[in-house]
């Protein structure tokens, strides 16, 4: 697996900056009067864009698990008003807030997965080592279990399989040996010191690596509450029936497993007879040289798109 989305210093310098904006609008094809679904609509950067593009008339759902993002989001596209609704919960309700919002069936939809800088940079959501936090890591109120419920309850097998399947991690069962040694944990920097117990302290722990050895941990942990694996595939399997004919769907990805969940899942209904989407990037997209140097947070990104048959 690739170094995953950061939780470090250098995935900070651009706050809120859509992640491969040009190519995103490019494989969305979107037009005035279209209707898109932003599955992910964050801090409402891509979903400004799309607005702009699809103007005078083309209308936005945009969807988000976490009210604060949204807010940000209300604030952002408050120039657009009137063509756009945001409704939140976790995207494998499209189908539901699509019906109400009246955009079926959408010329586009978008998903822009993972955690926004919004959601990284704020110490009170625990998704970060950097500053002091609880130990939550929800996007949304509705998930059903914090950080804490799971480095506090979760047994030291189920802890390690976590760290090792969800981060890629190969120090997970000492990692998991040394959070159950130092239970409870309360906080962020709680949990940091326990990776730190094994894999010592910050970057020079790993030579030559620019990722902090907590890294992995938490996006581990961020995947398990969030259930997001499970949330992807749930939301591809509904992706065709919110979609017209000839419509895009585009998949943004920051983690090896979510890519390779999107590109199986392309694969798989792209074939035979009963293929409902045809590809149009056969292999994936990533980010150019320039956005990268721009905004290290697109480092990882990996785009993958399709159109409707
Ligand atoms: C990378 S950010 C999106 C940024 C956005 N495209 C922008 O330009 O501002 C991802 C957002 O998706 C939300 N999110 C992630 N998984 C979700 C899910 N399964 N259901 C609903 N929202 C989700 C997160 O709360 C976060 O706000």
């Known amino acids: 697996m690739t170094p995953v989305e950061g939780t470090g210093p250098d995935t900070n310098s651009a706050p809120h900056t859509p992640v491969m904006l040009a190519e995103t609008l490019h494989f969305l094809n979107v037009r005035a009067g279209g209707r898109y679904i932003d599955c992910t609509v964050g801090a409402g950067g891509h979903a400004a864009a799309i607005l702009e593009a699809s103007a005078p008339d083309g209308r936005l759902l945009g969807i988000d698990a976490d009210p604060d993002a949204l807010a940000a989001a209300e604030e952002r596209l408050a120039p657009y008003a009137g063509r756009f609704v945001l409704k939140q919960g976790y995207f494998d309700r499209a189908a539901t807030f699509a019906a109400e919002a009246d955009i079926v069936p959408a010329d586009g939809l978008l998903c822009d997965l993972g955690i926004s800088s919004l959601q990284l940079d704020n110490p009170g959501r625990g998704f970060s080592f950097r500053g002091d936090g609880p130990l939550d890591m929800r996007f949304g109120p509705q ?33 998991a040996r040394a959070i159950v040694e130092r239970r409870p ?30 890294t992995k941990t938490f996006l581990a942990l961020r995947l398990a509450v ?26 943004l990805s920051f983690h090896s497993l979510e890519d390779r969940i999107v590109k199986n899942f392309l694969r798989e209904h792209s074939h035979g007879e009963d293929a409902s989407f045809r590809r149009l990037t056969k292999k994936v997209v990533r980010p150019q040289a320039d956005e990268v140097q721009r905004n290290p947070r697109s480092r990882s990104a990996r785009l993958r798109a399709a159109e409707t048959l």
């Open 185 to 214: 944990l309360h906080s962020t920097l709680d949990l940091a010191k326990a990776v730190e117990q094994v894999a010592g302290k910050g970057r020079k722990s790993i030579p030559f690596s620019r990722v902090h050895p907590a």
């Open 226 to 251: 969030n259930q997001e694996l499970r949330h992807l595939s749930d939301l591809l399997a509904l992706a065709r029936g919110l979609l017209g004919f000839g419509s895009r769907l585009v998949v």
């Open 143 to 175: 998930a059903e279990l914090t950080a804490a419920d799971i480095v506090n309850e979760y047994s030291q097998e189920e802890l390690a399989r976590i760290l090792y399947e969800y981060g890629d991690e190969r120090r997970s069962r000492r990692i």
